[in-house]
């Protein structure tokens, strides 16, 4: 819900700031229009006032000045000059059609409007009235009336009009951001289902049902995908199991038998040692067979895990006694065991755990057939939440742009390199083994800079407390 109140948010403080300065810009744009082109020639007052000061009287009458009488002309305008009884003594450009008197009255009434359709505007000086008329239809005069507490309260007034509308785009934005919201939640909800790789079925409608109508064609798709995926790789798991069990009746009779032919003193040497030939490679063959059928249960999540509480150490020293308790060359390889922590203890599987150990192991051993120095430790990570078994050797070790590829399966799609001979399930196991448990395999090695391979393990919730506590 985080994300609908943050656009919710950004969409109405959006929308108030482009609706204010939209109403600003309006303002801005409205008093411009109105007050220039009121403006943009001379006021009527003014011009008025300068054609007073420049009407004089001489010996042959009244006289205007030139710049005032172009004005006139230019403006289409007329002037006259009424006397205290009506009478009109002095004239310019006066229209035929105008009286040359006037009574009172008649003064009264066209001083504040119009005389004869003309706007005029009155000049009272000591000579009479000035009278200024312009063309028809030229000037606009309208008499406005209004109390001093009405033009007093225009600033609040318009505070107030600023108001409203900030109010009224506040509440048309949250309709419309509301209804913007309830159209995309349903895509939202289902892209987020998308990525968790549901079924989504949106409802097509709105502006946004060809978007939906895209995520339900995505969703389906993507459950074909899923469901064809599942159904191969339970049969590549379920072709892997049936070959692993019909070979293995006839395997177990193949070593039965070298076993007893190398056992057999009746036989001549060479026959012997060709017996024990056969017995070895069956039993690298029955290894093989289970270490195939192993990871592929272990890749699509299928090997049941025998859970219990066990100490790292306990794992440890079982490894190391059962490859000096069945004939390693200890002239070329020294085993060395070394327990930080008695009392670090995982929940695990056992017989899993001593197989990546013992994985491990063998890979040092098959990679250093020179004899190298093979150390096994137990202890806690650098933050002490997490139990650490490593296997590390002096030997050769690997180039640091092909631990990556290590591992991958042999023919998985994500290795950059193509498979080695020197490489096979053994490392794949180690890493699946440690996923199973939650945990994880990293290698780090240079080439002649040995191999150490690193396994770490949640801890129990009791573990975590005493390291956290000490």
């Known amino acids: 819900m985080d994300y609908i109140i943050r656009l919710i948010r950004r969409y109405i403080g959006t929308t108030m700031v482009i609706s204010l300065l939209l109403l600003t810009l309006n303002l801005v744009m409205l008093g411009t229009v109105l007050f220039q082109e009121a403006y943009e020639k001379e006021a009527p007052a003014s011009v008025l006032e300068r054609i007073a000061a420049s009407l004089v009287w ?5 006289v205007l000045g030139e710049a005032e009488q172009q004005w006139l002309e230019q403006n289409h305008a007329w002037a006259m000059l009424l006397s205290e009884d009506g009478a009109v003594k002095w004239e310019y450009r006066l229209p035929e059609e105008i009286p040359r008197s006037y009574t009172l009255s008649e003064v009264a009434k066209f001083s504040r409007n119009y005389l004869m359709d003309y706007p005029v505007f009155v000049w009272e000086q000591d000579e009479g009235i000035l009278v200024v008329g312009y063309p028809k239809n030229s000037y606009a005069k309208y008499q406005l009336i209004y109390p001093v507490s009405w033009i007093s309260s225009i ?20 309709i419309v951001g509301t209804r913007l919201i309830r159209s995309i939640r349903p895509l939202v909800s289902g ?14 409608k709105g502006i946004f049902s060809d978007l939906a109508h895209s995520i339900n064609q995505a969703s389906d798709k993507l459950q074909e995908k899923n469901a ?14 049936g070959i692993s069990h019909d070979i293995r009746t006839p395997l177990s009779m193949v070593l039965g038998y070298a076993s007893d032919l190398e056992e057999n003193s009746a036989l001549p040497d060479e026959g012997r040692e060709q017996a024990g030939i056969i017995r070895r490679q069956g039993e690298k063959l029955r290894s093989l067979i289970q270490d195939l059928n192993l990871v592929s249960m272990l890749e699509y999540e299928m090997q049941p895990l025998d859970v219990k509480l066990i100490r790292l150490s306990a794992v440890a020293r079982q490894v190391v006694t059962e490859f000096l308790n069945h004939g390693l060359e200890e002239d070329r390889y020294h085993l060395i065991l070394k327990i930080t922590d008695e009392s670090i203890r995982v929940q695990a599987d056992i017989k899993l755990l001593q197989r990546a150990v013992t994985n491990l192991v063998q890979n040092s051993i098959a990679h250093n057939p020179q004899g190298c120095v093979i150390w096994i430790e137990t202890g806690l990570g650098p933050d002490s939440q997490k139990g650490l078994i ?17 591992l991958e399966l042999p023919y998985s799609s994500r290795r950059k390199r193509p498979v080695s001979h020197r490489h096979g399930l053994g490392l794949p196991m180690v890493a699946r083994i440690a996923k199973a448990h939650l945990g994880r395999l990293t290698l780090q090695s240079g080439a002649g800079q040995g191999l150490r391979a690193e396994m770490e393990f949640p801890l129990c919730n009791e573990q975590q407390e005493i390291h956290r506590m000490a």
Do not use: F, Q
Not at 155 to 174: C, D, W, Y
């Open 390 to 406: 490593v296997v590390s050797d002096n030997g050769t070790g690997i180039p640091e742009e092909e631990l990556p590829d290590l």
């Open 228 to 241: 064809a995926l599942k159904a191969r790789d339970e049969a590549r798991s379920n072709w892997i199991a």
């Open 191 to 204: 892209v987020h289902a998308l990525a968790k790789e549901e079924e989504v079925h949106v409802e097509c």
């Open 58 to 62: 001489k010996d042959i009458g009244y």
């Open 155 to 174: 600033p609040s007034r318009v505070v107030l009009v600023l108001v409203g509308n900030m109010a009224l785009v506040l509440i048309l934005s949250i």
